[in-house]
């Protein structure tokens, strides 16, 4: 009797349900949303950028998405608005309370990379940037399944047809 093990990594990875493995994609959304929690405060925010923004730092490389840029982790302090000298009073109060929310998102990001939520209120009003760029042929099933997800969360949450 021949039997069959599935990779423990790559492309061809499926969890036990049979549902492409997006360990891949999890962990570019979780670094984005570690690294950048003013821009990204969950998957799907950060999935709209990944599959729908022209210029936005990826590239595809053999069925997945892969920064142009030389990643590093950036510091809390980094991932802060610093404050004006000229900010007083509730001016002040605004930077601080936005620098407390940042740092809570930076430190959440593991579940926050894991977790559909809105799109940030700009991207909806403006309508720019929701439909996700056609994917190659070659793109990964991890990929792939990010997609529908993207679209099926935009959907669900928004009332929005983006394919």
């Not at 490389?61 to 030389?70: I, K, N, P, R, Y």
Request: with cysteine.
């Amino acid at each position: 009797m021949t039997q069959t093990t599935q990779p423990s990594s790559g492309p061809d990875r499926q969890r036990p349900t049979g549902e492409p493995d997006t360990t891949a994609v999890d962990s570019i959304v979780e670094r984005m949303i570690r690294n950048y929690p003013a821009l990204f405060a969950n998957r799907t925010q950060a999935l709209r950028h990944l599959l729908c923004v022209l210029g936005n730092g990826y590239e595809w490389e053999d069925g997945a998405l892969v920064s142009v840029f030389e990643e590093r982790e950036r510091t809390d302090e980094e991932v802060q608005w610093e404050v004006p000298d000229w900010a007083t009073g509730e001016i002040a109060e605004r930077y601080a309370e936005d620098n407390r929310r940042f740092l809570d998102i930076r430190h959440r990001a593991a579940e926050l990379a894991r977790t559909p939520g809105p799109l940030e209120r700009a991207a909806l009003e403006s309508g720019h940037y929701l439909v996700p760029k056609p994917l190659p042929e070659d793109a990964r099933p991890e990929w792939r399944a990010a997609a529908a997800e993207y679209e099926e969360t935009v959907h669900r949450l928004h009332d929005w047809w983006v394919s």
